[in-house]
């Protein structure tokens, strides 16, 4: 049974690559392009994400050690969502054709998570929550289901349009890999516009009304933020569609005269099963690439209100304590600013560095230990700063000048290995999934458990584990310096070099 399950996947895989490789000639890099651009709208959400919402979700009342679960609801539908949304965008029938019905879909559920997000603190004060007894039970309810929504709706838009870009690129692998850079690019331009949007304090002079009795200061920042970022999406994505098409997927029938329909498990099941060892082994080094990325990622604002400037955000915390606090978050945002730019220019090299280099594999383990030394060296600006403030007793101004140029030296150059995480993998993946029994949308999905595990695996372990360790950030960094070091020297040493008799491959590995 399981057999034939598996000869059914593999058939409708076929006409799956079959319908996805239609194109006869890749599509025009302008539409690559535009469909690429989409990425800016997703990304300038997902940046208020990483620099705002750990600190606001703790002005609601969360402590700082538990603060970290609240990003669960990424990985959980990011396992679920993406795979499941990639297995029907692979087969979706629609007039409209098989991307683009579910990035509108995304588009629109990110505009309804958003207002839930920004409007938490005023609808939970509407239901009964009193300003002045933490924690804010209604709001953090509402919150969190806006976040919750928020991630759904994401992983709902990245997936098909990265499958989208694929199908574009027709299995032309410096296309692909030209497609994935630009998307790495844009990525970018939404990650500067939005960590400049974040640490702009006065935004919300823009939208006045953002400001109410439950909503003060920061928090109608984030709601000015985010409804900018939903503009932009909402412009991107609506131009982008209406400029490329998709031809309607038919099912081709099988040997029996009908369409091929393998449950969605067996699906995912058969996509495992057919993973060669190339696959698995970027499955890995995917996974331990993570586990360094995402302390930092969530926790990076954080670490410069709390450590870095002496802040605290808690809400019992004394008023200079918590304008501290503050300061370092718009400082930390300024920094993934500077992080972002240099993404931005890393990406568009990324083609022309691997060839340098002997190819993206090298270049991969060579960025990864950048990554290890960047993490560990926050111990340095960690220590430097706490010593500023025990010579100074205790001061309240915040950092000296050359522990926050530290600090901001230590985001931008970390914009470096985070533009090849942002495209060589998922560019891999792309290619390596022409000869697997699986589609662009499923084998990406795929892909992205070894993002989301890593994910899940911070956001349940990470507070805890600081705890252990005193509290604070450091330690989660520190795991992940060492997880980042790991993976360089797997990538280096067990990541396998393309087979000689594979120049698709070649040409995606950045060899010529």
């Known amino acids: 049974m399981v057999g034939h399950q598996m000869e059914k996947a593999a058939n409708g895989a076929s006409a799956l690559e079959t319908q996805t490789g239609e194109l006869d000639q890749p599509a025009a890099l302008r539409k690559i392009i535009s469909v690429s651009s989409i990425a800016a709208g997703v990304q300038f959400g997902w940046a208020l994400q990483l620099s705002l919402l750990t600190p606001y979700v703790q002005l609601l009342g969360i402590p700082h050690k538990w603060a970290s679960l609240i990003w669960l609801c990424g990985p959980i539908s990011g396992m679920l969502v993406q795979p499941i949304v ?14 683009r019905p579910f990035i509108v879909a995304g588009a629109g559920l990110v505009t309804v998570a958003v207002f839930l997000i920004g409007y938490a603190a005023d609808i939970g004060h509407s239901m009964g929550d009193q300003l002045n007894k933490p924690p804010r039970t209604r709001a953090i ?7 919750w929504i928020l991630d759904v709706a994401n992983n709902t838009l990245q997936g098909p349009c990265r499958a989208f870009l694929a199908d574009l690129s027709a299995g032309n692998a410096r296309k692909t890999r030209t497609a994935n850079a630009f998307f790495s690019f844009f ?3 939404g990650n500067v516009l939005g960590y400049a949007a974040g640490s702009y304090k006065n935004l919300y002079k823009v939208v006045p009304f953002t400001m109410t009795k439950s909503c003060d200061l920061y928090c109608a920042n984030l709601k000015t933020c985010f409804f900018l970022s939903i503009t932009l999406l909402l412009l991107v994505t609506f131009v982008s569609l209406c400029y490329v098409k998709e031809k309607p997927w038919t099912p081709e029938p099988t040997a029996d005269g009908k369409a091929s329909n393998v449950p969605f498990f067996g699906e995912i099941f058969g996509a495992f099963k057919e993973l060669k060892r190339p696959m698995w082994m970027l499955l890995i080094v995917t996974a331990l690439n993570w586990i360094a990325w995402f302390p930092f990622l969530l926790f990076d604002t954080d670490w410069m209100g709390r450590e870095v400037y002496g802040g605290n955000s808690d809400a019992t915390a004394s008023a200079s304590s918590k304008k501290l606090y503050n300061d370092g978050v718009r400082a930390g945002a300024l ?26 594999k090298r270049l991969w383990g060579v960025v990864n230990f950048i990554l290890a030394i960047c993490l560990a060296m926050t111990v340095l600006v960690t220590k430097q700063a706490e010593n500023h403030r025990r010579d100074h007793g205790g001061a309240k101004t915040g950092p000296p000048g050359n522990v926050t140029a530290g600090a901001l030296t230590l985001f931008a150059v970390l914009g470096i290995p985070q533009a090849i995480t942002f495209s060589i993998p998922f560019a891999l993946a792309s290619i ?36 252990l360790f005193g509290g604070g950030n450091i330690p989660a960094f520190v795991l992940g310096a060492i997880a ?8 280096l040493t067990v990541l396998p070099s393309p087979p000689p008799d594979a120049p698709a491959f070649k040409a995606t590995m950045g060899f010529h």
């Open 141 to 147: 309810a509402i919150f969190a289901l806006g976040f």
């Open 187 to 189: 990525m970018a331009v």
């Open 432 to 467: 390596f999934s022409m000869n697997s029994g699986a589609g662009q949308g499923l084998s990406l999905g795929v892909l992205n458990l070894a993002i989301v595990v890593p994910q899940m695996i911070v956001s349940v372990g990470g507070g805890p584990f600081d705890e």
């Open 484 to 491: 980042a070091a790991v993976s360089g020297v797997l990538a």
């Open 86 to 99: 990639g297995y029907h965008s692979d087969r979706c029938t629609s007039r409209f054709g098989r991307r």
């Open 335 to 360: 920094g993934l600013m500077l992080n972002a730019i240099v993404l931005g220019f890393m990406s568009l090299g990324v083609e022309w560095i691997g060839r340098k280099m002997g190819g993206a």
